[in-house]
């Protein structure tokens, strides 16, 4: 972070520093910290490559951010909603778009934030950006998924994709606190390597 423009890393140790220490972090989640650090080097990245501005710096508001966060950690008297961590993937990437806790570049934060956390579960996504760039308008314009059969699956993805279903499936009829998001796609559309 120290090698990206002064006044935004000025701006970016503000934020931080007015968060303190970070409640959302933990092996398979994403903390605060980190998503304000994609923030600013997508910024940066903008500034520098393309000699253009943005829209606004920063968090909009950041009870947004926390609460976009905090969906990560979804849970009912001890039940998690998002059982897997494709499913927490899937849920911080939907909120990072749709709550738009920043004053512009959302959905490519949401991107950078999503390729990190993928790789913070060991898994590497092997499809093409524009495929996340189409979900990432679709997801804000609210078009999910228009037909299943958009969606490629390779052999070892497809298999992993339905036996998460059939886990899922098992664990929603033992406990009906959660019905199924318009999210769980999002492991579909990963080739998954270890």
Same mark, same amino acid.
């Given at each position: 972070?120290?090698?990206?423009? !002064?006044?935004?890393?000025?701006?970016?140790?503000?934020?931080?520093?007015?968060?303190?220490?970070? !409640?959302?972090?933990?092996?398979?989640?994403?903390?605060?910290?980190? *998503?304000?650090?994609?923030?600013?080097?997508?910024?940066?990245?903008?500034?520098?490559?393309? #000699?253009? #501005? *943005? #829209?606004?710096?920063? !968090? &909009?508001?950041?009870?947004?951010?926390?609460?976009?966060?905090? &969906?990560?950690?979804?849970?009912?008297?001890?039940?998690?909603?998002? /059982?897997?961590?494709?499913?927490?993937?899937?849920?911080?990437?939907? #909120?990072?778009?749709?709550?738009? +806790?920043?004053?512009?570049?959302?959905?490519?934060?949401?991107?950078?934030?999503?390729?990190?956390?993928?790789?913070?579960?060991?898994?590497? +996504?092997?499809?093409?950006? &524009?495929?996340?760039?189409?979900?990432?308008? /679709?997801?804000?314009?609210?078009?999910?998924?228009?037909?299943?059969?958009?969606?490629?699956?390779? +052999?070892?993805?497809?298999?992993? &994709?339905?036996q998460n279903q059939r886990a899922r499936r098992a664990a929603w009829k033992n406990n009906d606190l959660w019905k199924p998001a318009a999210t769980p796609f999002m492991g579909s559309i990963f080739?998954?390597?270890?």
């Open positions: 972070m120290e090698h990206i423009d !002064p006044n935004l890393y000025e701006d970016y140790l503000r934020w931080t520093k007015s968060i303190g220490d970070d !409640p959302y972090v933990s092996n398979n989640c994403v903390g605060i910290i980190d *998503v304000l650090k994609a923030h600013y080097l997508i910024i940066d990245y903008f500034f520098k490559e393309y #000699g253009e #501005g *943005v #829209g606004g710096i920063g !968090p &909009r508001n950041l009870n947004i951010l926390h609460s976009t966060l905090s &969906r990560q950690h979804s849970a009912y008297e001890g039940v998690r909603k998002w /059982r897997d961590n494709f499913e927490i993937c899937a849920t911080l990437f939907y #909120g990072l778009i749709k709550n738009h +806790p920043f004053h512009d570049v959302n959905k490519r934060t949401a991107f950078l934030v999503l390729v990190y956390h993928l790789s913070k579960i060991r898994r590497f +996504p092997n499809s093409k950006n &524009r495929l996340f760039e189409d979900l990432a308008i /679709r997801i804000a314009s609210k078009r999910v998924l228009k037909n299943k059969s958009e969606l490629t699956f390779s +052999p070892k993805s497809d298999s992993i &994709r339905s080739m998954i390597r270890s």
